[in-house]
């Protein structure tokens, strides 16, 4: 699992960062309140579970689905939210709390109910119309105020639009909630799912709340109150004949197991997950656990027993590859890699880590190639990607020093760092790039100029 940073190496984030900001209060269940400080985790198994949880939701929405539109944002706060493009952010903290699978597809349902219900847009033009009556009113009251000679009128008006905006803005969002809710019910019902997992999750944020002392009656709530909401759900459940359990119900226990396991301390596992717990999500979790302890023996102890028992499964693999990485054991870390790529050949994470560990082990021509053809092949899905970086070192290892210095500019682009990249662009067109590569250096060029432009960087010409 790689944290991902808000900076340009991940383009999309800087964009979720300005939209999640806006639109947060369209949150499934809990507010968060601003996500100035969201990050997001990039774990390519969780990440398909998602899609694959995700996808029959947003198709009986009638939801264009893409692969790369649901976010594991890294907090463990119960929340989850949507912004424009249809792009969907799911807290750990709501994939760990969720009991079941059919307990987060209920979240994911009321969100894809927000898309569906086209809440986004809505909420953009409500907002605009919000603040435009409220300053309308504070300039008419707090003229008023001025006129009268009353200083006390003034402020009093100005009190007062501010409070009648925000109970209008509360107001409407709660409608949206509802209607959100009335939406999940009605997709969960079309994919054969019971609305039983949404209602125990509302019974989570109720128990949360009265731990936390929120009241249940207080108005300026950002959703509905949960009492009302949980008669709504407990009736539509009731009346259900759906199951109440997801068809991939093994998975996501043991990717709740990961997830948990990789967010909290090792004592907090070893509680949840305890050694007489001889499941595969129970072993899992501390493997991972005891990897962080750095206990390797006991670590792959548990890692291999998961092989023996599940050999077909890549990321059993990948986890022993990165224990075998961390720590120096880079022949075995690579085998490990080169076992879960050949069971899941297409995977742009296990082709990146097999490359970084074949870097690492002194590479022969031969291998060189194949490293070079992997990375090209990541950088085709992921062109925001650590694999440029691989690149630019395999690229001059080869003698490829036209490749290796644009790969490096690349990179650095992505970083935000306009100089170090035009200068690394500008070295790769003095090693003779081929035609095909020209193209790319001089559509990097104009990229960087944009930047530099951005950031008020004085001009430069070649």
């Not at 969100?111 to 435009?132: A, D, N, Y």
């Not at 006390?152 to 925000?166: F, N, P, R, T």
């Not at 108005?219 to 759900?233: A, G, K, M, N, Q």
């Not at 003698?399 to 170090?420: C, H, K, P, R, V």
């Amino acid at each position: 699992m790689v944290e991902k940073a808000y900076q340009r190496i991940n383009s999309f984030l800087t964009t979720a960062k300005k939209l999640a900001g806006s639109l947060v209060l369209l949150s499934v269940f809990l507010n968060c309140g601003t996500a100035g400080a969201i990050s997001l985790i990039s774990d390519e198994e969780t990440e398909i579970f998602l899609h694959q949880t995700l996808r029959p939701v947003f198709n009986a929405a009638g939801v264009a689905f893409r692969p790369g539109q649901i976010y594991i944002v890294n907090d463990r706060e119960l929340n989850a939210f949507v912004t424009d493009g249809n792009r969907m952010f799911v807290n750990i903290g709501t994939i760990t709390a969720a009991d079941s699978q059919n307990e987060l597809t209920g979240v994911l349902a009321h969100e894809t109910g927000h898309i569906q219900g086209g809440h986004i847009l809505r909420h953009k033009i409500k907002s605009r119309e919000v603040q435009s009556i409220s300053l309308a009113s504070m300039l008419v009251g707090g003229l008023a105020g001025i006129a009268a000679g009353r200083a006390d009128l003034s402020i009093a008006a100005i009190l007062g639009s501010q409070s009648s905006a925000l109970n209008s803005m509360l107001s409407y969002q709660i409608s949206e909630e509802r209607s959100a809710d009335e939406a999940a019910v009605n997709l969960l019902k079309k994919i054969n799912q019971s609305p039983a997992g949404m209602l125990a999750f509302l019974k989570k944020i109720q128990h949360r709340n009265k731990m936390q002392g929120i009241a249940e009656r207080d108005y300026y709530r950002t959703h509905p109150l949960t009492d009302e909401r949980i008669s709504f759900v407990e009736k539509a459940a009731r009346e259900s004949r759906a199951p109440a359990q997801g068809p991939q119900e093994k998975e996501f226990q043991r990717i709740k197991a990961k997830l948990f396991a990789y967010t909290e301390e090792p004592r907090q596992t070893f509680l949840k997950y305890p050694p007489n717990d001889s499941s595969v999500p129970a072993r899992y979790a501390r493997a991972i656990a005891l990897f962080k302890q750095l206990k390797m023996k006991e670590a792959l102890a548990e890692v291999n027993s998961l092989i023996a028992d599940e050999p077909q499964n890549p990321y059993f693999y990948e986890l022993k590859g990165q224990m075998m990485m961390e720590t120096g054991k880079i022949v075995p870390a690579a085998a490990a890699y080169r076992q879960a790529l050949k069971l899941q050949p297409a995977s742009s994470l296990f082709k990146l880590n097999l490359s970084q560990a074949m870097l690492e082990n002194n590479p022969g021509p031969a291998e060189l190639k194949e490293i070079v053809r992997m990375l090209n092949q990541v950088l085709v899905y992921n062109p925001d990607s650590y694999a440029w970086l691989l690149l630019a070192r395999a690229s001059g290892m080869q003698n490829d020093m036209a490749t290796s210095n644009y790969a490096a500019a690349e990179f650095s682009f992505l970083g935000g760092d306009a100089q170090t990249a035009r200068r690394q662009a500008e070295n790769a067109l003095r090693h003779n790039p081929s035609s095909t590569l020209r193209l790319k250096i001089d559509d990097l060029l104009m990229r960087i100029k944009q930047l530099e432009k951005e950031e008020g960087l004085p001009e430069r010409r070649r």
